[in-house]
């Protein structure tokens, strides 16, 4: 009995803590105009703390609520130089939902929502999206890069506050901000948020909490049953899994804290499917299910970059992983609706998965008379099975139209850059499983860059016309335009390799990439006249500023820096 009324009496004091908390929040919702139960704030901004002790911060880390307190009530203020009216926030809302949602349908906003209503209810959330959504100069864009990460750090790191909000936020800003190798602590902070608000586990898992410990406290001493996740939560924490498996695959990057398949995440597919409250959401499940294909594959395969064993010649196991894994990709994608397979990025990931399922066997020993004529076979089908896909992929992403091109979100473009080097790497290798010469022929790789890389050039232009957002390196240059020139440099760099005559009339003493070496540009590359006639090299540009692997196509993507692509 003396136990049960000392945990009584720490559960009374417990609440009246938490009262005491929600007295605090009520105060500074007065000052902020007020934080609806979606955003379920965790920790008060020492700004607004009463204690003397704490310091304020500075202006440029002002809360997010009080940001706009000296401006005019009708306007947002984000940086100086970046204010906008309610009537072109409600602009820039409905651009995010007609142009930007279809194509990462995680964070969703409803269509009768005005800008106004979301200022109240998640102010954070909606700059987040007039960041990505309305054009501004490079000057503004670096003043709001800072500013948002700033914001992030303050309030996740610093003041430790877990908000559904706040990954939201991060989600939007990565998916579409200029590429950034630095970006990647967002998306790892992203990770955090969602494990510390219990959003990769069931509401029901032991030691699970939204807040702290104080719920699960009340509810083993009086029976309280946790609310369960709402929609957003679950698409939140989806799209997390789907950014961060993304990197994780494509970039070889180690596994993140949501990097992980798990029951749950098929649990929370199918409640999403089953509720319905967005059509989106079933493009946002196959985008999901596409992604845990691609995951499982890539850690049962090998990898030259994190497994010793990845020369391994394809034997039987591997090559019935990639026949399985194909099949459930290809009945994944052909049952989905006309309304989901009319989506352009389904197919521009579908394609992507593809090269991504059959790229190891680039890396793999030839089979040699050891493993005999069947081994042979198996690694010339995967190899012949990758080029095939890297050849659609190249044809699909040409059909993005015009003015949605610069609206594509990151994943978009970062299976496009592996398809750039992987394509490469397929079409200059020198093996006795593969015929470079026939390779050529089916995939004319040269034309292919010169096609996408007018399509960039074309797609800056129609954003330029029609008052979109153009994202700038920090050079100036638009990144499309920058996509342009890098795509234009891989095509003469892949000409002067298949080119006979170098400046001068001397000949190339030249072979082709062989399996051992393909993830590096050190060895001279074969000639192959049949598709393009001889070009003069531009020395020494033409020659790739970084070897050919993963640094390589990830330096397509990044922003950051001086460039190195120059003419």
């Known amino acids: 009995m003396i136990v049960h009324w000392g945990l009584i009496w720490r559960v009374e004091k417990l609440e009246q803590k938490v009262d005491d908390l929600m007295s605090l929040l009520k105060g500074g919702q007065q000052l902020s105009g007020g934080i609806t139960q979606q955003s379920r704030p965790v920790s008060q901004e020492p700004a607004e703390s009463p204690f003397p002790s704490i310091a ?54 409803p269509v009768t929502m005005t800008a106004n209503e979301m200022h109240e209810r998640t102010p954070f959330l909606l700059r987040a999206i007039l960041l990505v959504t309305v054009s501004q100069s490079l000057s503004i864009q670096k003043a709001a890069q800072l500013w948002f990460r700033q914001q992030i750090a303050q309030r996740v790191v610093v003041d430790q506050e877990r908000r559904l909000e706040l990954l939201q936020a991060i989600l939007v800003f990565v998916a579409w901000w200029v590429y950034s190798s630095k970006l990647t602590y967002l998306l790892q902070l992203a990770g955090v948020i969602v494990v510390d608000l219990g959003l990769d586990k069931s509401p029901d898992s032991l030691g699970s909490s939204r807040l702290s410990f104080v719920p699960t406290a009340i509810r083993k001493v009086k029976g ?169 992929f190249f044809t699909t992403y040409t059909t993005i ?8 979100p990151l994943v978009a473009t970062a299976y496009m850059s592996f398809a750039v080097v992987t394509s490469s790497m397929i079409l200059l290798l020198d093996d006795s499983d593969w015929d470079i010469h026939l390779a050529r022929k089916s995939f004319d790789f040269a034309a292919a860059c010169q096609s996408l890389g007018d399509r960039f050039r074309e797609g800056d232009q129609v954003a330029q016309s029609l008052g979109r957002r153009q994202k700038f390196e920090e050079n100036g240059k638009s990144v499309l335009d920058a996509y342009h020139m890098k795509i234009m440099w891989i095509r003469h760099w892949y000409i002067s390799k298949i080119s006979t005559v170098l400046p001068g009339g001397t000949t190339m003493d030249s072979r082709p990439l062989s399996s051992t070496t393909a993830g590096s540009t050190s060895q001279p590359m074969d000639v192959d006249q049949h598709q393009h006639q001889q070009l003069p090299l531009e020395d020494p540009s033409l020659f790739p500023p970084i070897n050919l692997d993963e640094e390589f196509w990830r330096a397509i993507l990044d922003n950051d820096g001086p460039s190195q692509w120059a003419a």
């Open 401 to 408: 139209p015009l003015d949605i091109i610069s609206s594509m």
């Open 224 to 392: 309280f049953i946790r609310e369960g996740h709402a929609p957003d939560d679950r698409r939140a924490m989806l799209g997390c899994f789907y950014l961060n498996s993304v990197v994780g695959t494509l970039f070889r990057r180690t596994r993140s804290l949501v990097y992980t398949y798990t029951p749950y995440l098929t649990y929370c597919c199918d409640k999403l499917l089953e509720i319905q409250e967005y059509d989106s959401d079933k493009f946002l499940v196959v985008l999901v299910r596409i992604q845990q294909l691609v995951m499982r594959v890539s850690d049962a395969l090998p990898s030259p970059e994190l497994n010793d064993n990845a020369g391994n010649s394809l034997d039987a196991p591997l090559h019935m992983i990639m026949a399985t894994a194909r099949n459930q990709l290809d009945a994944l994608v052909q049952n989905q609706p006309p309304k989901v397979g009319c989506n352009v990025l389904l197919w521009v990931h579908y394609y992507g998965a593809l090269m991504r399922l059959y790229e190891p066997a680039i890396h793999m020993r030839s089979s040699g008379s050891s493993s005999g004529p069947l081994g042979s076979i198996r690694r010339t089908e995967a190899l012949w099975a990758c080029l095939q896909a890297a050849r659609d």
């Open 56 to 109: 304020p911060r500075p202006p440029s880390l002002a809360p997010m609520d009080n940001v706009s307190v000296h401006a005019s009530s009708e306007c947002i203020d984000i940086v100086p130089g970046f204010r906008l009216t309610f009537e072109e926030a409600d602009g820039a809302l409905n651009v995010y939902q007609s142009l930007y949602t279809p194509y990462f349908p995680f964070v969703p906003v």
